[in-house]
């Protein structure tokens, strides 16, 4: 599979710039990016000739940059397709967005090697003649249902590594909790590490990384004289089970959790990624996503409001 191609022409305010600054400041790109492109055979073209980055810039230059979609790591995910159907929500030539069903692994790993949903992500790119190597940008529990995002070439894949590090990346959480946090919107910051002798258990320790929560209550009801309480979230940061452990924390483990709940019986924390916000990497173009309310929160006349 041949590589994309990037064509931009050049507008008046960044004539005068080097073709550096311009990968760096405009596109946003990184200097080890850049630096990949430079040793790359016709990596950065300047109106049709290969030049070096510091190159000048003139008004109506097509600049060329070639996007890596394949590399060293293609291949890694084995395209799978009979192992279900994928709900795709947004998609152009460098994005991939779908809607993770509850009960599927994100990304192969230990006793999940063709089943997962980057296999069948890599099984609809394959059928649509661009599947190179497909990057998935964060990941969620495998109980957990919602929006995941694919990057479909490497420079793509690095500027929206940067805007969830800058915050511009930003996930919204529903979850139901067990008992309600009190107050009703607050922040729970509380670093979180791995519990000694554990294979998947987190908790909170000031030894652990910073992990900050955003919450808000939506709504509260009592159940068979359980109180319960649906919740939307914000993550800063995004470790490893950080919604979870930080409710459990609270006193407020999530409904069905089998970690860090009540009944470890339970058949999985009721949590959904329901909406994302970033901006397409060489476009700006702000984007919105948002999937339908689980079965669990429907009905319930919620009105959100953004944190």
Known sequence: ???????????????????????????????????????????????????????????????????????????????????????????????????????????????????????????????????GMIRLLGRLDKDTSGILLFAKNREAAGILARQRGDGNLEKTYLALAEGCPEPAEGTVDAPIQRIPGELMKMQVSPKGKAARTHYRVLRVWEKKGRKKALLQLKLEQGRTHQIRVHMAYLGCPLEGDPLYGTDPRGKGALLHAWKLRFAQPFTGQKIVLETELPPWCRGSQIKFQDF
């Open 1 to 131: 599979m041949e590589d994309q191609v990037l064509k931009i022409h050049v507008a008046e305010e960044a004539a005068g710039q080097s073709v550096e600054r311009f990968l760096r400041i405009g596109l946003g790109l990184s200097r080890k990016q850049i630096s990949r492109l430079k040793f790359r055979e016709e990596g950065i073209r300047l109106n049709g000739l290969r030049q070096r980055v510091t190159q000048t810039l003139h008004t109506g230059d097509l600049l060329e940059v070639r996007l890596e979609t394949g590399g060293e790591k293609a291949g890694k995910v084995e395209a799978c397709s009979g192992i279900g159907k994928l709900k795709i929500l947004y998609e152009d030539r460098d994005l991939l967005a779908v809607e993770k069903p509850a009960g599927m692994v994100c990304h192969p790993s230990h006793g999940h090697w063709r089943d997962t949903l980057s296999n069948l992500a890599a099984a609809y790119l394959r059928e649509q003649g661009t599947g």
